[in-house]
């Protein structure tokens, strides 16, 4: 009852766990009132605080930046740089909070500002999706400031455990929960979050990555089914035993170089995809289970995430643009082949295409904008530019791969 339960529970948090749970944490932290500006309002920044207010956050990270200069080895220095950086953080310039705080926590005249600079600093990190330098900049302000450390260790606790270090996090609350001067802030948290993740953690459901990778090399699909994907294991069954009945029949006959060329380009490339895709799929499995709880003692423990801090949805490019423009019977039938393939055949391949966009969303952009002929031409341009020699012509994007300049990012 208490798993199932628990499973409950876990389930609720995985709708609102989304696939970022560091951007999670952040927005659910910076909507505390621990990071608001520890230094007292100047009067010279009235303007300033009347656009935050009013959210105007870019106008006001110039108006503050210009007060801070005018207000240079002053309290209101230390006013201003804060609240700057909290307008760049409102308006995602992580890179420029960063540096604002950087610079305040070592020129802020008051201690405590320069204290509470240097935690949103590390806070900002995890919002950069760095959250190992968030740690060590937390473990560093431990050394620095032993009077705040029932506060710094809460912090890396929860900055270890959207890591899922959870031996680390429940060595951090287990410090918050014995520190001689218990704040009945953190100390009631991390009691209640210390308690949760002993009693529960071991009942989180979870897949072994490495049991789905050899069940998939000893069925083929059957990993895929172990990691919680029927539909994806059925379909991994079906290639391969197509695949394998293919080569083995040719090998019967004693068709060898038939027989050799089918496993070498077709079923060695499915059979060794299925594993790593089942690998990889109980993988997702566990990070989904451990994001779910996560958010689970967020919303309990810390706040609901603000959602101005949340990342906005990517807008989509311009090539994502699927309405057809040009449709006739051939047409029809290549884009249910080109869709048949992107669903069902090569997401069981474990090979990525270099470009952005994919030879298979290209092709079907291809038929949807250009008569057959056309479209059939272009598909057969582009799957020749997609060679091992395509890096030395084609720039590459952030993520890697290479953008054709016809239907790139």
């Known amino acids: 009852m208490k798993r199932a339960t628990l499973t409950l529970m876990v389930l609720c948090g995985a709708i609102f766990a ?8 952040f927005a659910s932290a910076m909507s505390l009132p621990v ?20 959210q105007l956050y870019e106008d006001g990270a110039g108006e503050y930046q210009k007060e801070a200069f005018l ?11 804060y609240q700057r950086a909290l307008c760049l953080i409102r308006i995602r310039d992580f890179d420029g909070a960063a540096a604002v705080l950087d610079k305040l926590s070592y020129s802020a005249l008051d201690r405590e500002v320069s204290y509470r600079a240097r935690l949103l600093r590390a806070i900002v990190e995890v919002a950069r999706h760095n ?16 009077e705040f450390a029932d506060e710094i260790h809460f912090w890396r606790g ?13 060595a951090d609350f287990d410090a918050v929960c014995n520190t001689p001067e218990r704040n009945p802030f953190y100390f009631s948290r991390a009691y209640g979050i210390k308690r949760w993740l002993d009693i529960n953690l071991d009942k989180i459901p979870q897949k ?21 994907n029927l539909g994806a294991g059925l379909n991994s069954f079906v290639i391969n035993g197509a695949l394998g009945y293919l080569t083995l029949s040719e090998l019967i006959k004693k068709n060898y170089i038939q027989g050799l060329t089918i496993f070498t380009m077709l079923w060695n490339r499915y059979y060794f995809g299925g594993m790593i895709n089942s690998q990889i799929m109980a993988e997702n499995f566990n990070r989904r289970q451990y994001n779910s709880a996560i958010a689970l003692l967020m919303d309990t423990y810390l706040a609901p995430p603000d959602s101005s801090f949340l990342p906005p949805e990517k807008p989509k490019p311009p090539y994502a643009d699927e309405t057809p423009k040009f449709l006739n019977g051939a047409s029809v039938m290549a884009l249910a082949l080109l869709n048949l393939y992107q669903k069902r055949i090569t997401t069981q391949d474990a090979q990525e295409c270099q470009f952005q966009i994919g030879c298979s969303q290209f092709s079907k952009l291809s038929f949807m904008r250009h008569n057959p002929l056309t479209a059939l031409l272009m598909t057969s341009d582009r799957l ?3 060679n091992p020699f395509a890096h030395k012509y084609y720039p590459a994007d952030s993520t890697g791969h290479l953008v054709d300049k016809l239907w790139g990012p």
């Open 71 to 81: 207000n240079r080895m002053s309290q209101g220095y230390d006013y201003a740089s």
């Open 384 to 386: 020749q530019r997609c």
């Open 18 to 25: 989304g696939e970022d749970i560091e951007a999670r944490f």
């Open 158 to 170: 929860w900055i270890r455990l959207v890591q899922y270090d959870f031996d680390g996090a429940l």
């Open 35 to 54: 990071f608001s500006n520890p230094a007292p309002p100047s009067d010279d920044c009235a303007f300033a605080d009347f656009l935050f207010e009013n």
């Open 208 to 228: 072994s990555p490495e049991l789905a990778r050899y069940l998939s090399g000893i069925l083929p699909g059957a990993g895929q089914t172990y990691a919680g």
């Open 131 to 146: 959250p190992h330098r968030a740690e060590f900049l937390l473990s560093t302000l431990l050394g620095n400031s032993p």
